[in-house]
């Protein structure tokens, strides 16, 4: 139904055509912004402005501020603002609440149009691969998608691939015992591959639903670092096929523009099929993902609500929406 | 990807030789993007608003100086305007009068507290001081042990204590642990006690009752908020609120050897109006390095960082390899493939090619590297390594031996094609040939017969 407000059709699309009829758009709109040079941002909201009388200069501020206060960017700001424009061009926007109302819904549009992956048909277990740069709440999240998923009936073994950080071992241990689940281990410094090898074994053999893997927080212009994800990729894929089914980037929802970049490396190096934002309980909106949507399609599947480990919950784009203007 | 201000600047500019003065009119696409540039770079939009008021009011009725561009002319104003505010001097580390000296370490989850206490440890024992450390984090599971691994990876004392794990830790266990850890340093003549927290969220008001309980325990001489560089817009609520309850005495910046510009330095040094101390810039326990606001003030521009590359230069690069390395080429016999592998992997450990070429200006003799930055194939060099390495040590040095069969061979054995290993080997041989002349006596002297501009 949302999305037939937005005027798409309804039925699944395969994702090729539409992202190039993205892509063109997007060049037209950037071929508009270099002939406009001198409009800035304030100015095109103007267009808007001379639309509704009762939607004043603050009023457009005031989302301006919004939407670039909560991490989106000033691409994406700009982008959301000039769709709302062409919007405005076609029917009455009577005043500032419908004007706000419009901007949710972009930003609803946006973050629907990444793809949702069907539930992955797997034989044998179902691996998913944690990654992310340093402190965003990885080896948290391990322990807390365990939970959720044996919530659900399903058996879970844990793969301590971080064998780089100090007693990484020692808290994914912990979380382990919390919910009563066996944590794959080697000795600090250790070969990560070594330890996701016998833990594919381990949950090969014992028909285990979800093997959940822990890695190192790097940052992702570290070649060396990046290449080894990649090795640990494949040696999933070697041993259980299809394997790495999901790869999360785990997102700190306080991370500013640099997320894109996260995105776009940890993509590229370990094919990240969804991210899981966390530290969504602070005041940060974490609206970068929506910058991230928008550029690569990369979905949100979590979002991490407190330290607790019922603290972990499915992501809502509605919500999320919505707390962007609360 | 981003483009250079001063680039865009330049274009913005270009109708303006000739005009007398700066004026409202034609400064203001300049300023608009100068604000794009530092929103992208994360720093506050209420900070961004009031730098380019300041910027504007600066920069008006300026004259166009015909020594510099009026691009020039106004980068300079904003580079002046952002040192300005994040303060010209290095600050300094306070240590008390009477030791020990405690250091409370504080910030939100995963900001990099624990690693910057370690790293913190080593510098001042690098500077002659016994610190020891203590972990009152008694809630991130194994957050203690952490630190305790981390001490003996520096080799500094830690006060590890004991907890009852019958009871369920609390604020209370923490005031212990802290009171206890004071008696341990003075007990061992250790003049530092570094202190480190628990992550919180700045609105989490048990837990930062707990921080303002521990600061008036142990009285701290500094209190550090410690700050992930890749955070964005709300650095400056979470800095505000721990300023405002602990009154901060300086601030660490950490993972800045990611790629964010760290527009955070800027939001957080502006709302607490405390100094930016040290900068986080690796891994290892010795990265973390005095803060020298000049450097980031390029990076926030995206202008390069020169003195960076330089100086990461010169730690990574092994001197004698290098040195070898010239002499090799510019003698007659040139450089081998082997020693061009070795060369390569010496750039390498500086980092990723596109890292390196991001630290660069993007004008003068760097114009256009940094386009080629985005276009280029980290996957090449390894290729071209793998290629090198698939050779025999004696194709190695004698690469006029590689012929056909010995090409397709190497192919293989390197998982690419005989025309990458053509490519390399046409690459090769004229890298040689173009540092061969370098050396010959004919080329200093043609160089030397032309005229420099300028002089």
Known sequence: MLRNLFGKSSEPKPAAPEATAAKLGFFDRMKQAVTRTRENLSERIEAVVSIGKEIDRSTLDELEATLIGADLGTTTTHEILEKLRLRADRRQIKDADELKQLLRAEVLGILQSANQKPPAETEGPEVILMVGVNGTGKTTTVGKLAHLLQGQGKSVVLCAADTFRAAAIDQLLVWGERSGVEVVKTKPGGDPAAVLFDALESAKTKHTDYV??????????????????????????????????????????????????QARQFTESAGVTGIVLTKLDGTAKGGVIVAIAREMGLPVRFVGVGEKIGDLLPFDAQAFAESLFS | ???????????????????????????????????????????????????????????????????????????????????????????????????????????????????????????????????????????????????????QQVGARIYEGALDSSVQANSATVERLAKEARREAANYGCDVLIVDTAGRLHIDDDLMDEMQSLKKLLNPQEILFVADAMTGQDAVRSADEFHKKLTLTGVVLTKL?????????????????????????????????????????????????????????????????????????????GFSLEDFREQLRQVRKMGSFSSILGMLPSVGPFAGLQKAKDSFDEKQLVHVEAIIGSMTNKERRHHELINGSRRKRIAKGSGTSVQEVNNLLKQYVQMRKMFKDFGKPSFARRMAGMKLPGR
């Open chain 2, 257 to 333: 050897d990611g790629d964010a510009r760290g527009g955070a330095a800027l939001s957080i040094r502006q709302v607490t109006g405390q100094p930016i101390k040290f900068i986080g810039v690796g891994e290892k326990f010795d990265a973390l390095e005095p803060f020298h606001p000049d450097r980031i003030v390029s990076r926030l521009l995206g202008m390069g960082d020169i003195a960076s590359l330089l100086e990461r230069a010169d730690e990574k690069i092994d001197k004698k390899k290098a040195a070898e390395f010239a002499s090799k080429a510019l003698a007659g016999d």
């Open chain 2, 1 to 151: 990807m981003f483009e250079n201000l001063q680039e865009k600047l330049q274009r913005a500019f270009k109708n303006l030789r000739g005009q007398g003065t700066l004026t409202e009119e034609n400064i203001g696409e300049a300023l608009r993007e100068i604000r794009l540039a530092l929103l992208e770079s994360d720093v506050n939009l209420g900070v961004v608003k009031h730098l380019i008021e300041q910027i504007q009011a600066k920069a008006l009725g300026q004259e166009v100086l015909t020594s510099l561009s009026p691009g020039e002319q106004v980068v300079k104003i904003v580079r002046d305007e952002l040192v300005n505010i994040l303060g010209k001097d290095t600050a300094k580390f306070k240590f008390a009068s009477q030791p020990p000296t405690v250091v409370l370490m504080a910030g939100l989850q995963g900001s990099g507290k624990t690693t910057t206490s370690g790293k913190l440890a080593h510098w001042l024992k690098a500077g002659g001081h016994r610190p020891m450390l203590v972990s009152v984090d008694v809630y991130r599971p194994a957050a203690r042990e952490q630190l305790k691994v981390v001490a």
């Open chain 1, 212 to 261: 959940l893997v822990d890695t190192a927080g790097r940052l992702h212009n570290k070649v060396g670092l990046m290449a080894e994800l990649d090795k640990i990729r494949r040696t999933a894929g070697r041993l259980v096929p299809g394997a790495p089914h999901e790869v999360l980037l785990v997102m700190d929802a306080t991370t500013g523009q640099n997320g894109l970049q």
